[in-house]
Nanobody, 123 residues
Framework: QVQLVESGGGLVQTGGSLRLSCAASLRTFSNYGMGWFRQAPGKEREFVASISRGGISTYYADSVKGRFTISRDNAKNIVALQMNSLKPEDTALYYC????????????????WGQGTQVTVSS
């Protein structure tokens, strides 16, 4: 059974940093593009960042570009999201997701999801 387990969320002040991790039980992790999405209360789930199978190509939402960095370690089946200069509007439940071959910015196109980790940024 495939599992994606996020960790690293928490409460941080404006301007602070957090590092989210997602451990995947996928047997062929390197065959999957990975993405991070987030959902704030009362809002639609939105794309945050994605990374290609080999980690060469990354893509970010405009709202996080220059502040967040996505990375992956295929030997350890982990994808991470380094979040710097956090703002109150970054407050949300953050999900990692796996899509066979090519990542996209559309959450419904992903094959597997984690349960989410809460990030709260206080002003």
């Amino acid at each position: 059974q495939v599992q994606l387990v996020e960790s690293g969320g928490g409460l941080v002040q404006t301007g602070g940093s957090l590092r989210l991790s997602c451990a995947a039980s996928l047997r062929t992790f390197s065959n999957y593009g990975m993405g991070w999405f987030r959902q704030a209360p009362g809002k639609e789930r939105e794309f945050v960042a994605s990374i290609s199978r080999g980690g060469i190509s990354t893509y970010y939402a405009d709202s996080v570009k220059g502040r967040f960095t996505i990375s992956r370690d295929n030997a350890k089946n982990i994808v991470a999201l380094q979040m710097n200069s956090l703002k109150p509007e970054d407050t949300a439940l953050y999900y990692c997701a796996a899509r066979l071959l090519v990542p996209t910015t559309t959450w419904s196109q992903y094959d597997y999801w984690g349960q989410g980790t809460q990030v709260t940024v206080s002003s």
